[in-house]
């Protein structure tokens, strides 16, 4: 009597070893036995590269979290800011918007899940490191590639000169991702779109008097100045500038981080240097602590499909939604969500109806890779596209302009009325009957995902 073989592993690539490749990874090693992966994850950095400023999870993003896991390791590492303190540009507190705790409702600025980011990126590695079956390979990115086997698998070429064959190969490496960029190669990288926000982010000297809170002082030009504690020895400065001038803008794009610095200080000092926080957050520019600087103008990348053949893409590198939104990380999180479950749905079912047929026919090669693939990916856009969009859909130029308005006046217009709304409590009443989730979209069951081990 003959036996099935087990099917040979899925061979996997993926780019990016931030946040959206590893939580790929993890799902995908929950695949239903005997299905199996083999997944390298190459990342261009020459180690892991846990840095990067405070992020968030809200709504399906914590689900997607608890999906992965992860809860109780993300809950260690915790930001604990306890709200957000609004000042004028004398140091004078304007309004207190606090922290919503009790896990029900919309959150406020600061979220029940806040994390920094090089926090999230070690728990998805420590958590995927040793895992059989998934390879990571430092200071290497994808030099090439191209789909082999009329579609059915992309050969990689990287650039410490080896190449390989693949079955998927996931792009997740950012908003400049490479692999996006040759996927599509007919002029579609117009999809990436400026919101009119350049962002300078880095770390000062704290000082003892320096709050746990996040504290958010505007200026006039459309300019404001944010500092965030995640832990008592560091304080993070946050930079903003809605359409900053066109000086600025070409030495983000193309000049060096100590050209960048000078240029943002200049943006600041020529009219603000007496304002509260200015002097202090641009001395702080040139300072040891600032070695993580980091500058960018704020984009959002729409795309109307994000696979091609054997290629998709996860996170930012497909569908950023911008900072300005709130929902990155929880994208990323989700769509690693998504990805991995229909491709165990797909693949599952595959297998049956493959098993059934070998049967009948005593054919004793079972590939589910080969048809289930290609209806995972296609599950995976039908999916998570109506997410997506209602993100992309929000009027977040309206809340750019509240953020950083033009002239004084709109600025005490702004101060008033948050006031007004933090003293008579209306933001606390106003989150008990709303929601984080965005419109009805909930992340999908996957049962046939090996549900991780929870610790407690």
């Known amino acids: 009597m003959s036996t ?49 400023q405070q992020i968030d999870l809200r709504g399906q993003g914590v689900v997607a979290m608890r999906r992965l896991g992860i809860e109780s390791q993300v809950r260690e590492v915790r930001v604990e800011e306890p709200g957000l303190r609004i000042l004028n540009a004398r140091g004078k507190l304007q309004a207190y918007f606090g922290s919503n705790k009790t896990g029900q409702g919309a959150q406020g600025f600061s979220a029940e899940w806040e994390i920094m980011r090089g926090s999230l990126v070690r728990v998805l590695y420590d958590e995927t490191k040793d895992l059989p079956g998934i390879t990571y390979r430092f200071g290497t990115t994808v030099s090439s590639f191209e789909h082999i086997r009329d579609g059915t698998a992309v050969r990689a070429r990287l ?76 304080l993070r400065a946050y930079l903003g500038f809605r359409n900053p001038d066109e000086r600025l803008s070409q030495t983000i794009k193309h000049g060096t981080v100590e050209e960048q610095k000078k240029a943002w200080a200049e943006a600041f000092k020529h009219d603000l240097s007496n304002e509260w926080g200015v002097k202090r957050s641009l001395d702080g520019l040139f300072t040891p602590e600032a070695d993580d600087f980091y500058t960018q103008d704020f984009a959002q990348v729409k795309l109307d499909n994000w696979t091609e053949g054997r290629v998709t893409l996860v996170g930012d590198a497909g569908y950023c939604p911008s900072p300005m939104t709130g929902q990155g990380t929880s994208l990323a999180l989700i769509g690693a969500c998504v990805l991995a479950g229909e491709i165990a749905r797909a693949c599952s079912a595959e297998l049956t109806s493959q098993s059934s047929d070998s049967q009948a026919t005593n054919n004793e090669t079972n590939d589910p890779w080969s048809g289930g693939i290609p209806r995972a990916l296609a599950g995976y856009e039908k999916t998570l596209r109506p997410m997506v969009d209602i993100v992309h859909s929000e009027n977040i130029q309206r809340g750019i302009k509240i953020l950083m308005p033009e002239t004084a006046w709109a600025i005490k217009l702004i101060h008033w009325t948050m006031w007004l709304v933090s003293t008579l409590r209306i933001d606390q009443i106003a989150s008990r009957f709303a929601s984080d989730d965005r419109g009805s979209w909930k992340l999908p069951e996957y049962p046939e995902l090996v549900k991780p081990k929870v610790s407690e």
């Not at 200026?219 to 944010?226: E, L, T």
Request: glycine fraction near 10%; hydrophobic fraction near 30%; include cysteine.
């Open 159 to 234: 650039s410490d000169g080896t190449e390989a064959e693949y079955d998927l190969m996931i792009g997740c490496d950012g908003l400049g991702s490479r692999t996006r960029r040759n996927m599509f190669t007919d002029g579609r990288e117009d999809i990436v779109k400026s919101v009119g926000v350049a962002c300078a982010f880095y770390t000062i000297p704290p000082r003892d008097e320096d709050t746990p809170n996040a504290v958010l002082c505007q200026f006039p030009g459309r300019r404001y100045i944010m500092t965030r504690r995640d832990q008592p020895g560091c």
């Open 4 to 52: 099935t073989p087990s099917p040979r592993p899925l061979r996997v690539l993926i780019s990016g070893g931030g946040v959206a490749g590893p939580a790929v990874a993890l799902e995908l090693s929950r695949l239903p036995p005997p299905l199996r992966c083999e997944i390298t994850i190459v990342e261009r950095h020459p180690d892991l590269r846990a840095s990067g």
